[in-house]
């Protein structure tokens, strides 16, 4: 039985560069979701999939972030040109699609922008 | 718009004794109420939720949490704390649309126990 993947646990990069985030589901959820936790906060959503489209995106998802889910299964967080502001640790979840909005997470990957 | 508000951002209580940990929340629809734990290097886990029905909901470790739409609020609690009990606490609410959430959760900014022998 396995839970949520999250890959890379943790990624430190240059200003600038570019970084990606995957996050492998549990099987047979149709729904991902991806938040960001910055310290001291609760998490905060940025968006949500199901199966493979994108249905929602907060205003907070910048046009330099994108997030894709091209066969319904994993999903990956890209975050182009990064900022010393996008520190931070990007928590994916899934879920079934009938649920009463309990999320299962992963640990998150930690981004550290130098 | 939805928001959590947590009171207190650390909770302090000796092994033994009442965990109280608050919150409230605002929403214009009936909300579905959460809380979720993460422990030191670990993803949130769910403790537990309240969607409909009965107001008093009864978690994972011995916690639990009373709905009071009067006091629009949703407080977390355990008779007795255990060492094992010292983690962050979120709690959260969802978006409903006809009876249902679709798993958009807002959180509060989070609450860490500590357990002191």
């Known amino acids: 039985d396995t839970g949520v993947s999250q890959n890379p646990r943790h990624k430190i990069t240059k200003r600038g560069q570019n970084v990606t985030f995957r996050c492998d589901p549990i099987?047979?959820?149709?729904?991902l979701y991806w938040y960001r936790q910055t310290l001291g906060q609760g998490p905060e959503f940025l968006t949500y999939?199901?199966?493979?489209?994108?249905?929602?995106k907060s205003r907070l998802l910048s046009d330099r972030f994108s997030a894709e889910r091209p066969k319904g299964s994993f999903s990956t967080l890209e975050i182009q040109r990064t900022e010393q502001g996008d520190s931070a640790m990007y928590l994916c979840?899934?879920?079934?699609?009938?649920?009463?909005?309990?999320?299962?997470f992963g640990e998150g990957s930690r981004l550290t922008v130098l | 718009a939805q928001s959590v508000t947590q009171l207190g951002s650390h909770v302090s209580v000796s092994e033994g004794a009442l965990v109280l940990l608050r919150c409230n929340y605002s929403?214009?629809?009936?909300?579905?109420l959460f809380w979720y734990v993460q422990y030191p290097n670990q993803g949130l886990q769910l403790l537990l939720k309240?969607?409909?029905?009965?107001?008093l909901v009864k978690g994972i470790n011995g916690f639990e949490a009373e709905f009071k739409k009067s006091e629009t609020s949703f407080h977390l609690t355990k008779p007795s704390a255990h060492m094992s009990d010292a983690a962050e606490y979120f709690c959260?609410?969802?978006?409903?649309?006809?009876?249902?959430?679709?798993?958009?959760?807002?959180f509060g900014q989070g609450t860490i126990l500590t357990v002191h022998p």
């Open positions: 979840a899934s879920s079934l699609k009938k649920n009463t909005g309990e999320l299962f």
């Open positions: 099987s047979e959820h149709n729904r």
């Open positions: 999939f199901q199966n493979e489209a994108q249905l929602e």
């Open positions: 929403s214009s629809v009936p909300p579905y």
């Open positions: 309240y969607t409909t029905g009965a107001t």
């Open positions: 959260a609410v969802s978006d409903t649309t006809g009876g249902t959430s679709y798993g958009k959760l807002t």
